[in-house]
């Protein structure tokens, strides 16, 4: 069975930059499993943030950003607003299947 | 507008069974990538299945060979029937378009429908 990893929490201050990651127990994660990042809030639907590694969607602040490091996914959030307070979840692709990460819950303090 | 919107949540038995529906305005869910994406009380998301334009279907291991995705092309809906329902399968069930442009990405949510398993 295929499991994907993340952190399951990480605190930032308002204005820093934290970087969430993304493993996959099959090896590297490469742009072959087309990750994405969803954010999710309480009471909400998850909305994509990024695909396809490094890709936005056009509702996507210009603070978030995704890269493949050290054979993970990454996304990383540099000047971190309060309104980012949120879920965070990494889906990966291995052919027919999806699965995503236990998800992490970014808490801005 | 494009928008999904999911119906047949219910309260159900362990063993029992139940239709989703998912409505889609806007596109037509035969030409596209469908999936069912579900979420456990105060749980993370958990990918369920997924149909393509062509007929192929996939299953996550938890609900291979009790749960079935399909396609209503004259009501324009994605369903998933689910058998021998279990407690765990009690969460948010969302549907969700995918696209496929040489990579893949979710580009659509409905807003869920719940389905509660108990004894």
């Known amino acids: 069975q295929t499991v994907v990893t993340q952190e399951p929490s990480l605190t930032v201050s308002p204005g820093g930059t934290v970087t969430l990651t993304c493993a996959s127990s099959?090896?590297?994660?490469?742009?072959?499993?087309?990750p994405s990042w969803f954010q999710q809030k309480p009471g909400q639907a998850p909305r994509t943030l990024i695909y396809?590694?490094?890709n936005k969607q056009f509702w996507t602040p210009a603070r978030f950003s995704g890269s493949l490091l050290g054979g993970k996914a990454a996304l990383t959030l540099s000047g971190v607003q309060p309104e980012d307070e949120a879920d965070y979840y990494c889906?990966?692709?291995?052919?027919?299947?999806?699965?995503f990460g236990g998800g992490t819950k970014l808490t801005v303090l | 507008e494009v928008q999904l919107v999911e119906s047949g949540g219910d309260l159900v038995q362990p063993g029992g069974s139940l239709r989703l529906s998912c409505a889609a305005s806007?596109?037509?869910?035969?030409?596209?990538?469908m999936s069912w994406v579900r979420q456990a009380p105060g749980k993370g998301l958990e990918w369920v299945s997924v149909?393509?334009?062509?007929?192929?279907?996939y299953y996550a291991d938890s609900v291979r060979g009790r749960f079935t995705i399909s396609r209503d092309n004259s009501k324009n809906t994605l369903n998933l029937q689910m058998n021998k329902l279990r407690v765990e399968d009690t969460a948010l069930y969302y549907c969700?378009?995918?696209?496929?442009?040489?990579?893949?990405?979710?580009?659509?949510w409905g807003r869920g429908t719940l389905v509660t398993v108990f004894s």
């Open positions: 969700a378009r995918e696209e496929w442009l040489g990579y893949w990405y979710f580009d659509l």
């Open positions: 806007g596109f037509t869910v035969s030409t596209n990538y």
């Open positions: 149909i393509y334009p062509g007929g192929s279907t």
């Open positions: 099959t090896g590297a994660v490469t742009s072959d499993y087309s």
């Open positions: 396809s590694v490094s």
């Open positions: 889906l990966l692709y291995y052919g027919g299947t999806r699965v």
